[in-house]
């Protein structure tokens, strides 16, 4: 029986009646406990082609095709992912403290519009925590890290900066392809870190310690004015970042299916899943025309099918990660994706390195 069917048939119906954090909860341990299964099922979750390799900021991935940060949090599930066809995850958001984030309930199904609202805030076990476990693991996939400022309206100015930089100094020797500094949250009580020389000091103090030339990606949010992402591409040039990761969840409620009293009755949080696939694409081919040749964009943002992630990747994103998707396609959507993905290719007559910002090449 397909394992997609299987999913959508009677897995997802039985965590649907769960509430959504306690489904991702139990997604959690049971993806932990079978996590030897998986890897006895190869050929049913890994895309078997050699088409989509892709170089990430240095390190060649089997496929482009990653787990977004927010999924494993903690960094528990990484010796299994590899497993299930994922070509890289980046895990956190990792805060400099421990945090048990914003008041239950926080995570919200908008079933109809197969989208997610969340106002988890940085729940974390914290940076020492998370690097420790990372350290003890065996890794079956490459690894990016997302560091973000503690949620914590009282660690501000030069102590935010220290925050920030403790994370990065427990991570910084992990075995990790790059760390992305998570500027773009909306579920904390600052939201985005808009001050341009908050920013640039992060940058910068970031790169001293860098010693190990670690690849650094910025996380930015779709809702961003464009003379905020003005300033940190500008930002990001003048300290040498090598990319960024284009987006986060929205906090714009437009052209939902969902009946507006239900999604007003949720109230705050980060929207993701299809309905962000629109705003997500813009910042991708927004930043595109903005960065400079070298930098490599991550595109997320309502990616459920093969189709999605060509979009991104003609839009000028090397790689895709994909999280709200997978709680509604199931565990086999990094396979499905790959085996449409390397369709489309072949039907255009193009590599994937061809299709990187082909059409951004275009217009231009």
């Known amino acids: 029986m397909d394992s997609s069917f299987l999913y959508k048939q009677y897995i997802r119906p039985l965590l649907f009646k769960l509430d959504s954090e306690s489904a991702h909860g139990l997604a959690h341990q049971s993806g932990h406990l079978a996590g030897p299964l998986f890897s006895m099922l190869t050929k049913e979750f ?26 494993d949090k903690n960094g528990l599930l990484t010796s299994m992912l590899g497993n299930i066809g994922f070509g890289f ?12 984030g914003n008041p239950k309930p926080r995570l919200f199904r908008l079933i109809e519009d197969e989208g997610l609202i969340n106002r988890l805030g940085l729940n974390g076990d914290g940076a020492d925590v998370v690097a420790d476990r990372l350290r003890q693991t ?29 994370s990065f100094k427990a991570v ?5 392809i790059y760390v992305t500094i998570n500027a773009s949250c909306p579920n904390t009580k600052e939201g985005i870190l808009e001050e341009k020389k908050q920013l640039s000091t992060i940058f910068s103090e970031v790169q001293k310690l860098n010693t190990r030339n670690l690849p650094i990606f910025v996380k930015l949010s779709p809702d ?18 090598a990319g960024f990761v284009c987006g986060n969840t929205t906090t714009t409620r437009n052209s939902l299916r969902t009946n507006s ?52 990747i003609a839009a000028g994103a090397t790689v895709v990660e994909i999280y709200t998707g997978l709680i509604y396609e199931g565990p086999t959507l990094p ?19 061809q299709a990187i910002g082909s059409e951004t090449k275009v217009k231009s």
Do not use: W
Not at 91 to 99: A, D, F, L, N, Y
Not at 263 to 269: H, L, R
Not at 273 to 278: A, D, F, Q, S, Y
């Open 172 to 176: 910084q020797d992990l075995p990790a």
């Open 261 to 312: 009293a239900e999604v007003e009755k949720i109230g705050a949080g980060g929207l993701s899943g299809r309905p962000l696939k629109t705003l997500g694409l813009s910042l991708c081919q927004r930043i595109s025309q903005l960065k400079q040749h070298d930098q490599t964009i991550i595109g997320v943002g309502g990616i459920f099918s093969g189709q999605d992630a060509f979009d991104y």
């Open 46 to 71: 890994k895309y078997q082609g050699n088409d989509l390799a892709v170089n990430l900021a240095g390190t060649t991935l089997e496929n482009p095709i990653g787990l977004a940060a927010g999924f």
């Open 138 to 166: 065996k890794l079956s996939l490459p690894i990016g890290i997302n560091i973000a400022k503690t949620n914590d309206p009282a660690i501000k100015g030069d102590l935010a900066v220290e925050d920030i930089l403790h």
């Open 89 to 100: 995850a980046e895990i956190g958001s990792v805060t400099g403290k421990p945090s048990a």
């Open 335 to 353: 396979k499905q994706i790959c085996n449409e993905l390397s369709q489309i290719l072949t039907s255009r007559g193009m590599t994937i390195a």
């Open 224 to 241: 961003s004015s464009n003379e905020l992402l003005n300033d940190m591409v500008e930002a990001a040039i003048n300290n040498k970042l």
